[in-house]
């Protein structure tokens, strides 16, 4: 099969299409002919040297895929209301830019009712990342406002139209007033643009004061002293990056006056059965939104999969509001 290799730690053109021996679905596996391949910030963290792989995970890069099953374990896909000849969109831990690709059987989904595979392929890492951190760890419940910074970005775009369809009040930064728009266009209440205003204070404004009840953040560093500020009483900040630093000062008397809950995650390392259980509360709560076109995927680019690296420039440029997918 032809993949996307690292060919070294460098910049977006060490990635090259190559040869690989195709793989083979073991137990509870199942083994995908890609159409499409997500690409995502941790892709290009891999390819800096920054983002070490798992044991036991592919050394091609790709966290997530979409295309048809072409074969695997007959047992576990029948258990999960799959066979071959599905289309499916699956989260995996890596070897996503590829022609073929294996994937748990728990990871998998089916892909929404009139969706491409390139739609569809922009799916999984950022919906199982909002998923996990903004409901499962951050709480976030009807009523409440959400503050996620960074809007446009994949995570952000996806976080919009949860958040709304699940009845927050949702606030976003995002650094242009295009950008800005482009979230309000989606759904957002508000966007502050945090190269010319203080994110901090535009909040306080906004809530009257209270803050907001949850924090998606993937820029941490000296946002962090602001973002404590800023939160409510009983506030949850949930990392989910740190782009902005790893290192950061808080005023801890706030936190224990407000009873603050900060808390994070990664999502690649995490075991079968955790993101087994979110694939089914995606296909429970969240594919139905997708399939009425009330939470609908939002790309910004494709680009053939010999031309990765383009998309890793795109991505590492920050112009784009939404997704980046390869195209097999």
């Keep these: 099969m032809r993949a996307v290799e690292i060919t070294s730690y460098g910049p977006p053109d060490v990635l090259r299409l190559g040869d690989r021996p195709a793989p083979l679905a073991g137990a509870g596996e199942l083994l995908i002919r ?18 070490p792989v798992p044991p036991g995970a592919s050394d091609i890069p790709g966290l997530e895929v979409a295309g048809e099953i072409v074969s695997g374990d007959a047992e576990a896909m029948a258990q999960a209301g799959l066979k071959v000849g599905d289309r499916v969109c699956a989260l995996v831990a890596g070897g996503g830019y590829a022609e073929l690709c294996v994937a748990p059987v728990g990871q998998c989904l089916p892909v929404p009712a009139g969706f491409s595979d390139i739609e569809a392929a922009s799916l999984p890492e950022t919906f199982f990342t909002v998923w996990s951190n903004v409901f ?21 775009v996806t976080a919009i139209q949860l958040a709304k369809a699940m009845g927050a009040t949702v606030l976003v930064t995002a650094g242009s007033d295009e950008k800005c728009a482009a979230c309000v266009a989606l ?16 909040v306080k404004k906004l809530t009257g004061g209270k803050g907001v009840n949850v924090i998606l953040d993937m820029v941490a560093g000296n946002y962090v002293a602001r ?26 008397g706030l936190v224990l006056r407000k009873r603050l809950t900060i808390t994070g995650s990664t999502l690649r390392p995490r075991p079968l059965a955790f993101k087994t259980a979110i694939a089914s509360a995606l296909k429970d709560k969240v594919w139905p939104l997708l399939a009425s076109g009330a939470v609908k995927p939002v790309i910004h680019s494709t680009f053939p999969a010999a031309d990765a690296a383009k998309a890793h420039v795109l991505m590492e440029s920050n112009q784009h509001i939404g997704k980046i997918v390869l195209s097999w």
């Design 227 to 252: 973002e404590v500020e800023c939160l409510a009483e009983d506030g949850r900040l949930v990392f989910i990056g740190v782009q902005g630093g790893i290192k950061a000062e808080i005023n801890a």
């Design 34 to 51: 890609v159409a499409a391949s997500g690409v995502n910030r941790p892709d290009v963290l891999q390819r800096t040297g920054n983002y």
């Design 187 to 202: 759904g957002a209440d508000h966007a502050i643009n945090y190269r010319t205003a203080d994110f901090a204070e535009e």
């Design 136 to 156: 499962d760890r951050g709480r976030l419940q009807k009523g409440e406002t959400l503050l996620i910074q960074g809007g446009s970005s994949g995570i952000g």
